[in-house]
C-alpha cells in the first residue's frame, strides 16, 4: 500500500486569503455571497498555531446552515478521497469560551469540519469549554446538489461525550475508506466512534476551521448571539492517504 502525507498549515499567510486558506461561506440565489467572518475576531499566530478570538455577532434568521458558522476558514486546495485505500485527517484543537451557557456545548465552540461540497457530506469534531461532539452528517448546504436517496436524504448525528481535557489541546483523527463506506473518529488515540454503511461516496473533502454555534431558528428568527466570546486554537492539519 503506498502511503503519502499533506500538511495544511502555513497559518502565517493567513491574511492572504486564497492563499493557503479563504473565508467560508455560500452563495447565496440572488447573487451575494454569506461569509462566514467576524468583523471584530483577532487572530493571532505563533509558534505554527492559528488563534482566533471572536465576540459573536453573525447571524441569519432565515437559514440554519448560515447562522450556525460565525468565523471559518476553509482550504483553499481540498483532499481528494482516494478510489481504493483511506485517508485520514488528524490534528489538535482548543477552546475556551465566555459568556457561554454552563454545559451547552452548542452555545458556542471550536470546530474542524471535513466538507464535501459534492455529496453534502460532513465529517467534523466539535470542541467546547467542557464538551466535545464527532459529527457525521449530510447536509442541504446552499448549491450543492445532493445525490437522491431511497433512505433519510439530510442527516446530522452528533455524539457528544466529556471524556477529554477541556480548555486544553486534545488530538483529534477522523479517517474515511470509500471503498468500505466506513468513517472513524478518534479523541488522543482512541477509538470514539464507528460509522458503517455511509450512505454516499464521499469524493473530496474542503478542511475548515471555525467558530461556531447550533442553535435552532425560532419563529423570530436567530437566537445564537448572546454577547458570547469563543477563543479558538488550531494546530496545522496532518493528511494521510494511503492506497
Partial sequence: MEERQLVFG??????????????GGFPLPDGSFWEYREPDAVVIVRN?????????????????????????YYSVDDVVVPEN?????????????????LNDLYDGYVSLNLLDFTTGAALDFFAGNDKYASVYAILPFPGVEVPPSDKTRYFCIFKEDTDFQPREFNTYKITYNRAEDEAVFYLNGH??????GVPVKFNRFTIALGIMTEKDLSPEGSV????????????????????
Fill in 10 to 23: 502555513d497559518f502565517h499567510t493567513i491574511l492572504d486569503e486564497g492563499k493557503v486558506w479563504k473565508m
Fill in 224 to 243: 445564537s448571539v448572546h454577547g458570547q466570546t469563543v477563543i479558538a486554537e488550531y494546530s496545522p492539519v496532518t493528511v494521510t492517504i494511503r492506497e
Fill in 191 to 196: 477509538e470514539v466512534r464507528r460509522e458503517k
Fill in 85 to 101: 485505500g483511506e485517508v485520514e485527517f488528524e490534528f489538535q484543537l482548543r477552546c475556551r469560551t465566555q459568556g457561554t451557557a
Fill in 48 to 72: 505554527g498555531i492559528l488563534y482566533v478570538r471572536a465576540k459573536l455577532s453573525r447571524q441569519n434568521d432565515r437559514i440554519q446552515i448560515l447562522d450556525n458558522a460565525k468565523h471559518m
